[in-house]
């Protein structure tokens, strides 16, 4: 509601008879788009709520949040790291550490960690290389929309339009054939309304996927341009030396820690990079006589 969209069909009663409600799935909501003024942007709406998804944690006397809090887990089993200070006669060093090992004592969990100077410095330069390819990219993307011969459809993308339509047909036949089954007596009536609830969720979820290789297959045919989320979110840093909390939390989903003190970055946006790499493969030849 907050970015202007009307929301209807959150809860439902169970019955007529009982009054009690139950919630529908978020998946399932009638969400009508544009009905009202926005009271937010949708850029500022989306960073928002991926702040409320994350764990954060203030440091003690502190009052600014710490620049990857909520970001890191451990690689292995997944649970979120806990910052801690090591203070030495050398020097005072800020590492994050998998605490699971030592809250459960039958955990295989080992005890993981890195200082966090040297994690810093391991994501600013993978940050800086994602807004490096994120550069090259848009330049070819360019290269490739005022060419002549630049390919408007992917083979790929067809072929899985074709497959999630015959499916999704396969599916709706079914359904039709659950109702003279039970009328029939070959199932019955209880089997017959979870069938068709397992059938329902299944064509919802095919629908979904289908309309957005749809929007990707149209996007083909236009062009991608630097409306692109991947190539805007990250192009728009340009050169940067450092980090900050807005970045991170941008551009950013996890970091994952590894034994050893190795990192992945698993970064948002990567269905639109992924788009844009296809789109780029696609269309090597247009590359080459732009």
Request: aromatic letters at 8%.
């Amino acid at each position: 509601m907050y970015v202007g969209n009307m929301v209807q069909g959150k809860n439902t009663t169970i019955s007529y008879k009982i009054k009690q409600c139950r919630a529908i799935p978020k998946e399932d909501w009638i969400i009508v788009e544009v009905t009202h003024e926005a009271i937010v942007d949708r850029e500022t709406f989306d960073k928002a709520q991926s702040l409320f998804n994350q764990f954060i944690r203030k440091a003690p006397q502190k009052s600014e949040v710490d620049l990857f809090s909520g970001f890191v887990r451990c690689a292995d089993c997944l649970r979120a790291m806990n910052k801690k200070t090591n203070s030495h006669p050398y020097g005072t060093y800020h590492y994050y550490r998998c605490g699971t090992s030592r809250k459960m004592k039958k955990s295989s969990c080992t005890n993981h960690t890195i200082r966090i100077d040297k994690m810093e410095l391991a994501v600013l330069a993978s940050i800086q290389g994602m807004i490096d390819s994120a550069v090259e990219m848009d330049k070819l993307i360019k290269r490739i929309n005022s060419s002549p011969v630049k390919k408007k459809e992917s083979s790929h993308i067809c072929s899985a339009i074709d497959t999630h339509t015959a499916e999704l047909e396969k599916l709706k036949g079914m359904i039709i054939d659950l109702y003279p089954d039970w009328k029939s007596g070959i199932i019955s009536k209880e089997e017959y309304f979870t069938l068709k609830e397992q059938l329902t969720e299944k064509i919802t979820s095919l629908e979904k996927a289908l309309e957005n290789l749809k929007r990707t297959n149209e996007e083909f045919k236009n062009g991608i341009t630097e409306d692109n989320d991947f190539i805007s979110h990250f192009k728009k840093y340009g050169k940067i030396d450092t980090l900050t909390r807005a970045m991170v939390v941008e551009l950013i989903d996890k970091i994952y820690v590894h034994e050893g003190g190795r990192i992945t970055i698993s970064f948002k946006f990567t269905d639109a990079y992924e788009k844009a790499l296809e789109y780029i493969e696609l269309n090597k030849e247009a590359i080459l006589t732009a």
